[in-house]
């Protein structure tokens, strides 16, 4: 089963085509200090390593913004500037080179908006409209009395149409809440009213464990629901650990070609070798390999032969501490479990 991806509509930001029918790109941000370019760079580095599609970085100064300019020219994936309250900054960042300028108009005021769309228009680069439940429009909501899910879509569209009466196309849209129903309702209902690029998160979805988990369900329900083209997984953690969840999220829908599947079972009184460890090693092992694969580990002939059949690797307890290893179904040997991983390691290797 394939699921049909995101907006009709299509934009660029950098080389990185978003909508349309483009592959669903992953993004985080980062959190160091952006007028110190040495580290903002580093991180920039590990981000770009794990497969992360586009970085955002955010310009809270004048410096910020002109620092901008080195991390862009450094930066092997697109960048996009995160702009609050002084519409000075975008123009800045702009000026640096940004690829898209992230903002909210909520706080950015009227006569700066139409500043910044000039300016992204002359520098043919999009912009993307965040709009965030904790900074929903004052009048939007008086009207909802909070920032609830129509509050969210009415920002949206109205800060679309905005753009639109300035001639201006080039542009996705977000409406974050750290709240997951909310996040998901807002998205289902938006996605029915515009069709330009949806960029999806849960904001401030917490730390490592619950965030995962949040982001994954609100992310996970709408890409499968065909809505949205990019993502990012918002968590009080590292922005090494954003790009693997927004990863695994692509991957678990179907929606990453180039990585490796890993399907492991959860262990019983049955397991005959180490199902654990074997799994977590070969995890690690192909965290950075850009290849299609299945590979199964199960502990034992109950599901083991039949998962096998459908990985290209399959291993499975055969007996204790001893592992029959398959190519696409078919058995190559038998292997004390000590010699799994090097076996798996030369077989990945062949594909
Ligand atoms: S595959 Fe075998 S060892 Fe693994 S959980 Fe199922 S029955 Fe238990």
Redesign the pocket.
Known sequence: MRITMGSKKQINVGQVKIGGGAPISVQTMTNTNTEDIKSTIEQIRKAEGLGCDIIRVSCPTKEASLALKEIIKQSKIPVIADIHFNYKRALEAIESGAHCVRINPGNIGEAGMKEIVKSARDHNIPIRIGVNSGSVEKDILNKFGEPNVDALVESAVLNSKKLEDLDFFNFKVSVKSSNVLTMISAYRKLSKKIDYPLHLGVTEAGTLFPGTIKSSIGIGSLLADGIGDTIRASISGSIEDEVKIGRQILKSLGLLNNSVNIIS????????IN?IEISNELEKICEDLRKNLNISV???????PGEAREAEIGV??FKPKVATVCVRGSEIGIFDESEVIRIVRNLINEF
């Open positions: 079972c959860p262990t019983c009184s049955r397991t005959l199902v199960l502990g034992c002939v109950v599901n083991g499975f307890g």
